[in-house]
Each structure stands twice: as structure tokens, then as C-alpha cells.
């Protein structure tokens, strides 16, 4: 087992909290010392009570679902044999309301897109299957109830 922290730091900056005029930036802390930029989604909570700069909870969970699967494909494409010499992934979350009305993130579909090295190339199967390999381990996939979609691109 192991423990992951974050710490969020908001703080008031202004007299009209109360009147739900109040800005929503914060700053993301985590362990290994980097520091992001917070603010809610500029759809969510428009300007200036949010900043389009800022990292939203609905890029972050994106972004985790992405980097997880792509660093379990690189360990899975590794035992198979295969060199990545790049991979990039323009993963994108869809929020909808589910049947009770609250808004949920439903669907997250990965467009990996992977330059290959190497002598040994994988074929579409190949690549195909080391996606499922890495769905099947990933952390964060295997921890929530969102669909979680693979496009290859190439």
C-alpha cells in the first residue's frame, strides 16, 4: 500500500465572499514539490472568479487517466519488446449530467499517438492489445466509474 498527498491552498481575497463574489484560484502542492496554478473551469465559474490559466479538477482528472495509461503502455510496449521514441496524448473529458442532474465527468477517450523505434515494429493488433494491457493496470482507470475509451491515432 502507499499514501499520495496533494495540499490545496486557497485563501480570500476580497469582502464579498458572501456574495459569492470571490475569486476560486488556488495553488496545487504536491509531495515532490511542484507547485500548479488552481482555478475552477472559466464554463464552470467564469471570469475573474476563475482564471482560464489555472488547472481545473476536470483537466487534472483527464490528465491522470491519461498519464497513467501512458506509463503503463510504455512498461507494457517495454516487456513486449518494442521502443517508443515518443508518445503524446490529446486526451478529452466529457461532462454530462447524469440521471439525478448533477454534472459528471462520463466519458474520457485517449488519442495516444506513438512514434516507434527500433527494428521491432508492433502491428495495429500489437498496439491494439498493449492499449488493453495498459487499460487493464492502470491505477487511476481501474479506481473510477468514468468510460474510459482508447483512440490510437496512429
Known sequence: ????????RWKNQGPDFLSRRYS??????FDG??????????????????????IDPEELFVASVSSCHMLWFL???CDAGFLPESYED????IMTQNERGVLWI?????HPKIIWGGEKQPSATEVEHLHHLAHEQCFIANSIKTDVIVQPEN
Open 24 to 29: 476560486r484560484e488556488h495553488a496545487l502542492h
Open 106 to 110: 462520463s466519458r474520457i477517450t485517449l
Open 90 to 93: 490529446a486526451a478529452e473529458g
Open 75 to 77: 512498461h507494457v510496449a
Open 1 to 8: 500500500m502507499s499514501t499520495h498527498t496533494a495540499t490545496i
Open 33 to 54: 514539490g511542484a507547485v500548479m496554478p488552481g482555478s475552477p473551469s472559466p464554463h464552470i465559474v467564469p471570469a475573474p472568479w476563475s482564471n482560464p490559466a489555472g
